[in-house]
């Protein structure tokens, strides 16, 4: 598992799941959806809650990256951000 | 319940409410509405560890025609499993099983509830760690072939077997106590941190699992955390062994499903796939799922407060994590398509409508289960009860007087047997006059005082014809649930009615209620401060900013709070958070005096808890147990009532006069003079200063002025303004006027003005046509709810009734306008005539028998001043306090005729601090052997008391009689202690050849104490001097032209100054005076608006001293002080005074002023040679602090003696 937490531009489909990831000047594919969920821990210091989704993704030109062909990828996104665009961070990279 | 909509394919069946105590974050009533909302038929609570919210939970499905499901999640061998009731059998086991997992927690047995009914307090015991050594030593006791060393007796059982450090005691709670004056209880809290969390194991849930559902729960539970961990192993064999617990194989005698595995999603990390594996097991093992929530609030909004109160539970801030704490908002109660959308498995929602419509338990019957009543062969409890009653129509009634008595005694009964009420009237008749067969006095008060039935059986003493008073209050044919009958018992003995009540009715139908202690507004400050993060010093000083009230006033308290924490920028989240506490219950506690009693089990209705201090409770308040339809009975300890008992028992053991207190005439003169002087300390309920002032202008002339005297002073009256418009109209000052000609029957005999709580019923009734049942309602809401939507809905029927009996729009939202001003509790007629019959006993008693009265009182304190006050009230009354001595002092406060033949009061030896109550036995049994001669003899004839017990004696005074002073008997005690123990045999028989313990040549010459440390030394010892503080001072106060207090009143009589009785009720100011004295009272009621009330004594009198906010402000630092020196205008009403404090001066600088701090004596450095306490074999006793007296106001006011003392 490696931390990220790095801003991460994603297209979406029309019920805000992530079909493509464009990061490092790589563009991946999502093929499936693996997990998601909710957190929302500091209230008293009005933070946002956080929608995750672990995604799987291959890149877009199907060649493997770092010799692998698929990786999973932690993503959430701020509630404040939902339906307004890209504010999407990429938190982990499973590896 | 009809079979739910075909189109509803889900209900939830795991949901927590606030009753879960910190683990659950909305009411029952929220969730239920919540349900509503979202089209769901049916609702399951399953509260943590009981079944605590369920009858608010049953009343709200009720209203909302939602079907209720009653279960609990439970822990079993520390693995919680939800267990849901499928039938009233099934209800009773759930609440078995959770009685046995509290008294697992408590660290008792199932046979040990029995021994409960032991009286604790009689037993010595202060814990329930005490009760579980009290089970095995009896245990051990009972056994022959125990290894107890000492066979002969139960050991590890009196308070020196009492482990007293609390940290050491596993299973002590908290001990706090509720009520004043004369109800004080003590209360446990639960759970406690130091008791673990109540569980059963596996083989006790196979025994209660017939008639219960099982969901193997959510997160927590043990099968989702094995299969998160992938330990299917372990898994399938949890999920077997289950199984065989709620077998449903054909054949068995339970029917049907009884063991579901619960699938959840709470959108957190991997919980699809949980529940997914989950599913696949279930399958494998051809168990049926089930989808929940695993709900803890009702709508993500109340996520913060369930966050907020788990902090508070586990005692750690927001800032720290915890495995227990929400990582998100989505444990609410969802709708069906947001759960299908996250839990593909249809089966699994079908299911919760199956076990929804199996599960049929009702707890809020419409039938009341009274206890059952000892009814003579051949007889009726009608025929029994009519019977006792005719009889007491003949006893209580004169010929004349019987007609009306009995018109109104048979509609009384009419009511009652439609209620069907017989046999609780025989129960409560047949507790009272067995506790009256042992000598114990007993009074009923509160609404049944309204009963003449309850009068005629002579649970009340209050003649409801002679009184006027309302038997609708008590008691109609449309009131809800079952008749609240309060009785006050002599304090000192209401535990042998409460044993005996357990014995006769069965240790399994008697139990206390408990009641429910919601968040109010300092508890809820502290607790979210905490949580918060503010540091503890803050905390303490943020909940003295504020009063008692309620959480959601807090906003009003901005201000303050802001100085205490600054600009903090969580100020506003601390306001927001406090106020979403409001009526959030935080605990359940110990009801004073209600007791349950039923002829059924009630593990039948409810689970049994066991208190701290070992009291059997069940686990609803009193509505929740009168809801479902059991009978409570309020079981009171009233002090005054065991002061009037033990002041007739010295009568007549001392004047040989029997009082019969029932049989008095309530109209002697002498009493209301005696009242009307305002010589009021010690009697019931009217010795405040308050009262004083309130006398004096009220002047009560006979028992029904002394009924309205009682009830003018509360809370409704008071803050509706009742009291000047009444007092006015009493004297003749100012007409009588009603607003409508129908008021007039109603407020008649109250001048027009509403004072009892029977009016405000009365007007609502008959004024603006409400039924009996609503009027009673909108009398509640009066006394209790300070709802301003609930009152607007309640003004708007009223008025709407008035006008349609032809009242006037205007005069009708008028009265109303009134009506809705009795804010807050106001008696209820009956219950102040019942006390106003105590205050006039107690008045009795001190007119005629002063002695006897304030000895009694001293013994049994039910009032609020201290000791000193009371001896000086005895001063007054020309009755000298004794010290205690060895020689003639007992146990009790006695009474001893002087040789001038009038009586004194002799204070006991348990009133000396230090001296161990075994100690004092110890000496009145050796004392039967013949007088003490010395200390030496005391000494050897009590071998048990130690060095301590002696001092403790000595400084006291007690043996002075043996040594002619108490420095001398202070040093005797330390040679003769310090011999006796050289010795190392206490018990050691003196011989012809033993030296004696004390020779002469061991006593010095030792000087004289002097004054300041005589009253040192007594205020340490018994809690007053043999004189007052201030006598020490008067010399110097006389020199600054200081008067005594009581000079200033007798002497400074103002012209016109309301000493007739005609005379205006305005107070009066008066010339400007310079007066001194002990402080020993000081209060700032929340209603007067900022002033403070100081009361001031001398060793001639006490008066109260008016303290306006703008001095408050001025001189707050020294109105602490203990001692003081006001200057300002005396105000006068009639004979009663006060002064208007202008100017405010500490007390010591009457005693040189500013060089330093010197002694009262004069001493003025510290190498001076003051008197010397010398105490042989021991450095100079120090008392570092400097506090050389003892505390001697409630306030914990000292007054400083400043004799220095040199070693």
Sequence with gaps: ?95 | MARLSWYVVFVHLHTRSWFSFGAGGSSPEALVTRAAELGQPALGLTDLHGVYGMVRFQKACKAMGIHAVVGSEVLVDGSPLVLLARSPAGYRDLCSLLTRAHLASAGLQDGDLALLGERMAMSGARSVADVGRLVSANADFANPDSESPDSSAPSGFGPSDVDDDPSNAPNVGEIRFVGSGDTMTPLNILPTPKRPVPTVTLELLGTYADDLICLTAGRSGTLWQLTSRRQDTAAISWLRTLREIFDDSPGHKACGRRLYVELMHGLLPEDGTVAARLHHLACTEQLPTVVTNDVRFATPANWRRYDLLTCARLNIRVSEPHAERPRNAEAYLKSEAQLRHLLPYPDAFDRTVEIAESCRVDLVPEYITPPAAIIPAGKTARSYLTELCDAGLQDLYAPDQRAAAQAQYDRELKVITDLELEEFFLVVHEVVSVARQRGIRCAGRGSAANSIIAFLLRITAVDPIRHNLLFERFLHGERKGTPDIDVDFDADRRDEVIDWMERRFGIEQTAMTATLITYKLRLALRDVAKALGWPMPKVDALSQTVPSGLANEVTEYREPIQSVLGDAPLVDLLLERVADLHLCPRHLGLHSGGMVLSRKPLSHFTPIQVSANGVKMVTFDKEDVEAMGLVKLDVLGLRMMACLSEGAALVHRHEGIEIDFETLPLDDPGVYELICSGQTVTLFQIESQGQMHLIAQNQPECFDDLVAEVALFRPGPLQSGMIHPFIRRRRGLEPVVYEHPSLEPILADTYGVILFQEQILDVAHRFAGMSLSDADDFRQLMSKTHDPVRMGQMGVQFIAGAIAKGVPPPIAESVFEKVSHFVGYGFCRSHAAAFAQTVYHSAWMKRYHPAAHLAAFMQHRPGFYNLMTLEEEARRFSIPTLLPTVDESTARYDLVRLSDGRLGIRKPLTSIKGLAEEAVEQILWARLAGPFRSVEDLATRVPDLDRRDLDALAKSGALDTLTGSSRRALWETGVVANRRDAGGDRSHQPSLFDMPLLMEEDVPDLPVLSAAERLSWDYRSTGAGRVHPITLARRHLNDMGIPTIESCQRTMVLPGDGTSPKATSNDLQGPVVTLAGVVIMRQRPPTAKGFMFVTLEDETSFIQVIVHPKIYEQYYELLIKPALLFKGPLQATGTWRALLAKEVWPLEGVFGGYAGFPSAAGHQNAGDAGKQVVRAGQALEGDGSGDDLAKIAAGGSVFRSRTRRTG
């Design chain 1, 1 to 95: 598992m490696k931390s990220i937490h790095s801003p991460i531009d994603v297209d979406t489909d029309d019920r805000c799941r992530p079909v493509r990831l464009y990061w490092r000047s790589n563009t991946y594919h999502v093929s499936r959806i693996l997990d998601r969920w909710v957190l929302q821990n500091r209230w008293w210091a009005r933070e946002e809650k956080r929608l995750y989704v672990l995604v799987e993704a291959s890149l877009a030109a199907g060649e493997p990256v770092a010799g692998k062909a698929v990786q999973h990828l932690e993503l959430y996104l701020k509630t404040s951000a939902v339906g307004s665009g890209n504010e999407w961070t990429l938190a982990r990279v499973v590896d």
